[in-house]
Each structure stands twice: as structure tokens, then as C-alpha cells.
């Protein structure tokens, strides 16, 4: 009784550590390994192996051995009657003797040569074949009891278990890098598409060649100045890429006249933030204010804006900031009845207008982004790339812009002479 009683403990002690060792998060393979060390020390059992089967290839692929010699095969492959079968029997210690018939187990018993196999145990959880444990003979040349098959079942339930969860966390990875490859290509394609209706809108006006391409990068610089996260710089870059979109249906001698356009003409393009709205309002965006950035980047801080004089607090955040790197683009590129403005009348511009078109935020923000890639503090901002080397260099626009950024007067300490 007390010999029975002290197999009991030395069981439960060995069930327990095998608990422990499933939950562990150390490397799945060594979880086995000391599984199948303590499996066969809590039995005195001389060989063993677990094997991890793969619906996929329908291989038992063997992950933990001991004892059964270099020659025995890594892996052995099961038929769909093959995996039935082990499914059928459930999770139970099964003699080797009795299943001599067995093909998969003959396979065993012909690769164990000179190191006999005595058991084998098909882990079925939930219904499904998960993997196999085989065992050789016990120390003492004893047969096994029915006490010794329960106690390998239950090490063996949990060994199974740690199996299922180790091929669902898999499942899942998989899943996961599938989603978000898919994510990617959405959001690639995305992307593309927009830049391409840029082109398209950029297209129609040759005057302005590249000018939504510009806003968008600016926006992108702005938000990024603003320190807003990856997604919602993103979404910042395609609200300043389709901000003109309504602009597609504006006729093309309107937009390509080469001298100021009149009344009524006004009155057709300056519709183009409804129209663009409208246009993409039905379109589902990854990020929601994009239609109102093409509504509102016409709106000025004063109120004096189009299309509905919205003031201020009243104006969506992402129209301000397109509407100031569509300023900014318009005061730097030539327009067929205006030469392009030297960069530090843009920047006397924005600052004049601080407060009444633009939020002071904004020209700030704006200013100490073109501060740093001049400054060589942020390199590839984009600024050199689109406005050119020579058209920035051609004034100091160092100082001025430190004094845009300590709130003071730029022109009140320097004289500036236009090159143009
Ligand atoms: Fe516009």
C-alpha cells in the first residue's frame, strides 16, 4: 500500500511538472523533449519518441526520441484510412503486439529493430489527430498495468494538449501575416489608385503640372510635423493628393486659361470643393476626413472663405492644413500670369496671414519642417526635391525662419532683396 501510495505522489509530482512544462513558453521542441524524458523517468520506460502529425503532408514527423537508435525514421506518412484509424482509437496506450496488423505500427515495430517497441498511444484532442507517442519495454522487463496505461494517458493528454495549442498558435500566426499581407496590398493599391487620380487631376491643368502631387507632400510634411502617427499622416497625404478632385469636371479652358479667368468662370471652378466632395463622399476611405479636406480647403480662419465662410473652430482641422500647403504651392510654382514668388515672401505671406488665413499653428509647424531640412537637421523632407536647390538658397531664409518660430517679426532684422 505505502509502495503504492509513494507511485501515486512520485505520479502526480511528475503530471504536475509536465503541466508546467506545456504552459512554459520556451522553445516548443524542448518542451517535448521534457516531456518525453519525464513520461519515460516517472515509468522507467528504456525508449520512446513523440511524433507531431502534419494534416498537410500527412506525415507523423518525430520530435523528441530516446533510446531508439540513430537509424530510426524521422518521419513516417499515414494514409486518410491510416489517420482514421488512429482517430477512431482515441487517446488510448494500445498495445504494439495487438496492432501487429496495423501498417503504421508494423512500419514502428520493422524501423525499432533491435530496440523493441511495446506501446503506442495516438493523441487525439478534440477529435483530431494531433500527433503519437510510442514506447518501448520497462526497466524491470515487467508488463505494463492498467495503473501504468492510465498514467501514460493522462501525460499523454497533455502532451496533445501542448500540441493542439502549439499548431493553433502556428494557425494563427499564419492567419495573422496572411491579413496583413492582404492589408498591404489593399492599402498599396489604395495608395496607387490615389495617386493616380492626382495624375489624372494634375493632368488636366498645365499649368499647374504636378500640383496636387506637391499638396499632398506638403500635407504629409505638415502632419508629420505635428507629430500624428503613421495612419493618420497617410490619410493627411491622400486628403492634400485629392483635395482638387472636383476640379475633373471643371472644363479645360477655364483651368488652362492663360490669363485670370472672369466672373462667371470664377463661379464654375470655385465649385470644385463641393463637386469633390460629392465625388468622394460615397467612396469608403481608410481615413474619414478626407472628403472634407476637398469641401473645405478653400475655408479661410476669418470667414472669408468659400464655399460656406466657415471661421476658425468651424473648419475641419485637415482643410487648414491642405489649404496651406495649397497656398504655399501656389505662391512657389509659375502660373501662366504669375511668375513664382521668391521663398521668403512665401514665408513673409504665410505669416501675414497667420491668424486670418492660416492657423499660427499651422506656419509654424510649416516653417520649423523647412527650418530642419535646411538646418540638415531632417534631411529628405521632400522641400530641395520639389521647390529646388537654387530657389532655396537664393535667399537666407535660416534666420527668418528661427524667427517665425520665436514668434518674432522675419523681416523687422534683415533686409531681403528679391534675386528674382
Ligand atoms: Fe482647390
Redesign the pocket.
Same mark, same amino acid.
Request: with cysteine; glycine share 8%; charged share 25%.
Given at each position: 500500500m505505502a509502495e503504492n501510495e509513494n507511485k501515486l505522489i512520485y505520479t502526480f509530482g511528475a503530471l504536475a511538472e509536465l503541466g508546467q512544462e506545456i504552459t512554459n513558453r520556451k522553445s516548443f521542441q524542448e518542451m517535448i523533449r521534457t516531456s518525453l524524458h519525464l513520461l519515460l523517468g516517472s515509468l522507467a520506460i528504456m525508449r520512446g519518441g513523440v511524433a507531431r502529425y502534419s494534416r498537410f503532408r500527412h506525415e507523423l514527423n518525430f520530435i523528441a526520441v530516446k533510446g531508439l537508435g540513430e537509424d530510426f525514421p524521422p518521419s513516417f506518412s499515414l494514409s486518410q484510412q491510416d489517420e482514421h484509424r488512429f482517430l477512431s482509437a482515441g487517446l488510448a496506450a494500445a498495445d504494439v503486439s495487438q496492432a501487429s496488423g496495423d501498417p503504421v505500427v508494423s512500419e514502428f515495430v520493422a524501423a525499432g529493430r533491435n530496440k523493441p517497441l511495446e506501446m503506442f498511444v495516438p493523441l487525439v484532442i478534440q477529435d483530431e489527430l494531433v500527433g503519437l507517442i510510442t514506447l518501448g519495454e520497462k526497466a524491470n522487463g515487467e508488463p505494463y498495468s492498467s495503473y501504468d496505461r492510465e498514467v501514460i494517458c493522462a501525460m499523454a493528454r497533455h502532451i496533445g494538449v501542448g500540441i493542439a495549442q502549439r499548431n493553433m498558435m502556428v494557425e494563427i500566426e499564419r492567419r495573422a501575416t496572411e491579413n496583413r499581407r492582404l492589408y498591404d496590398d489593399l492599402r498599396f493599391t489604395y495608395t496607387n489608385t490615389v495617386k493616380a487620380f492626382a495624375a489624372a487631376i494634375d493632368y488636366k491643368d498645365k499649368y499647374t503640372e504636378g500640383h496636387s502631387v506637391r499638396v499632398g507632400k506638403y500635407t504629409e510634411i505638415i502632419a508629420k510635423q505635428l507629430g500624428w502617427g503613421n495612419e493618420e499622416i497617410e490619410g493627411a497625404a491622400v486628403a492634400g493628393y485629392l483635395? =482638387?478632385i472636383?476640379?475633373l469636371t471643371v472644363e479645360r479652358n477655364i483651368i488652362n486659361s492663360p490669363m485670370r479667368i472672369n466672373a462667371k468662370e470664377s463661379v464654375h471652378l470655385n465649385k470644385?470643393?463641393v463637386v469633390?466632395y460629392e465625388i468622394l463622399l460615397p467612396i469608403h476611405h481608410p481615413y474619414a476626413d478626407v472628403p472634407l479636406a476637398a469641401k473645405y480647403?478653400?475655408e479661410r480662419l476669418d470667414g472669408r472663405g468659400y464655399p460656406d465662410g466657415l471661421a476658425d473652430r468651424e473648419i475641419p482641422y485637415i482643410a487648414k492644413i491642405v489649404n496651406l500647403a =495649397?497656398s504655399v504651392d501656389a505662391m512657389t510654382t509659375d502660373r501662366p500670369y504669375k511668375r513664382r514668388r521668391p521663398a521668403h515672401e512665401m514665408i513673409e505671406d504665410l505669416q501675414r496671414n497667420s491668424g486670418n488665413q492660416f492657423a499660427p499653428e499651422l506656419v509654424t509647424s510649416f516653417c520649423g519642417a523647412l527650418l530642419s531640412e535646411l538646418t540638415g537637421k531632417k534631411k529628405r523632407l521632400g522641400f530641395t526635391r520639389m521647390l529646388g536647390k537654387e530657389y532655396l538658397l537664393k535667399q537666407d531664409l535660416i534666420p527668418q525662419l528661427q524667427n517665425v518660430l520665436n514668434g518674432l517679426n522675419g523681416t523687422s532684422s534683415m533686409t531681403l532683396v528679391s534675386l528674382d
Amino acid at each position: 500500500m505505502a509502495e503504492n501510495e509513494n507511485k501515486l505522489i512520485y505520479t502526480f509530482g511528475a503530471l504536475a511538472e509536465l503541466g508546467q512544462e506545456i504552459t512554459n513558453r520556451k522553445s516548443f521542441q524542448e518542451m517535448i523533449r521534457t516531456s518525453l524524458h519525464l513520461l519515460l523517468g516517472s515509468l522507467a520506460i528504456m525508449r520512446g519518441g513523440v511524433a507531431r502529425y502534419s494534416r498537410f503532408r500527412h506525415e507523423l514527423n518525430f520530435i523528441a526520441v530516446k533510446g531508439l537508435g540513430e537509424d530510426f525514421p524521422p518521419s513516417f506518412s499515414l494514409s486518410q484510412q491510416d489517420e482514421h484509424r488512429f482517430l477512431s482509437a482515441g487517446l488510448a496506450a494500445a498495445d504494439v503486439s495487438q496492432a501487429s496488423g496495423d501498417p503504421v505500427v508494423s512500419e514502428f515495430v520493422a524501423a525499432g529493430r533491435n530496440k523493441p517497441l511495446e506501446m503506442f498511444v495516438p493523441l487525439v484532442i478534440q477529435d483530431e489527430l494531433v500527433g503519437l507517442i510510442t514506447l518501448g519495454e520497462k526497466a524491470n522487463g515487467e508488463p505494463y498495468s492498467s495503473y501504468d496505461r492510465e498514467v501514460i494517458c493522462a501525460m499523454a493528454r497533455h502532451i496533445g494538449v501542448g500540441i493542439a495549442q502549439r499548431n493553433m498558435m502556428v494557425e494563427i500566426e499564419r492567419r495573422a501575416t496572411e491579413n496583413r499581407r492582404l492589408y498591404d496590398d489593399l492599402r498599396f493599391t489604395y495608395t496607387n489608385t490615389v495617386k493616380a487620380f492626382a495624375a489624372a487631376i494634375d493632368y488636366k491643368d498645365k499649368y499647374t503640372e504636378g500640383h496636387s502631387v506637391r499638396v499632398g507632400k506638403y500635407t504629409e510634411i505638415i502632419a508629420k510635423q505635428l507629430g500624428w502617427g503613421n495612419e493618420e499622416i497617410e490619410g493627411a497625404a491622400v486628403a492634400g493628393y485629392l483635395h =482638387d478632385i472636383g476640379k475633373l469636371t471643371v472644363e479645360r479652358n477655364i483651368i488652362n486659361s492663360p490669363m485670370r479667368i472672369n466672373a462667371k468662370e470664377s463661379v464654375h471652378l470655385n465649385k470644385h470643393p463641393v463637386v469633390g466632395y460629392e465625388i468622394l463622399l460615397p467612396i469608403h476611405h481608410p481615413y474619414a476626413d478626407v472628403p472634407l479636406a476637398a469641401k473645405y480647403h478653400h475655408e479661410r480662419l476669418d470667414g472669408r472663405g468659400y464655399p460656406d465662410g466657415l471661421a476658425d473652430r468651424e473648419i475641419p482641422y485637415i482643410a487648414k492644413i491642405v489649404n496651406l500647403a =495649397d497656398s504655399v504651392d501656389a505662391m512657389t510654382t509659375d502660373r501662366p500670369y504669375k511668375r513664382r514668388r521668391p521663398a521668403h515672401e512665401m514665408i513673409e505671406d504665410l505669416q501675414r496671414n497667420s491668424g486670418n488665413q492660416f492657423a499660427p499653428e499651422l506656419v509654424t509647424s510649416f516653417c520649423g519642417a523647412l527650418l530642419s531640412e535646411l538646418t540638415g537637421k531632417k534631411k529628405r523632407l521632400g522641400f530641395t526635391r520639389m521647390l529646388g536647390k537654387e530657389y532655396l538658397l537664393k535667399q537666407d531664409l535660416i534666420p527668418q525662419l528661427q524667427n517665425v518660430l520665436n514668434g518674432l517679426n522675419g523681416t523687422s532684422s534683415m533686409t531681403l532683396v528679391s534675386l528674382d
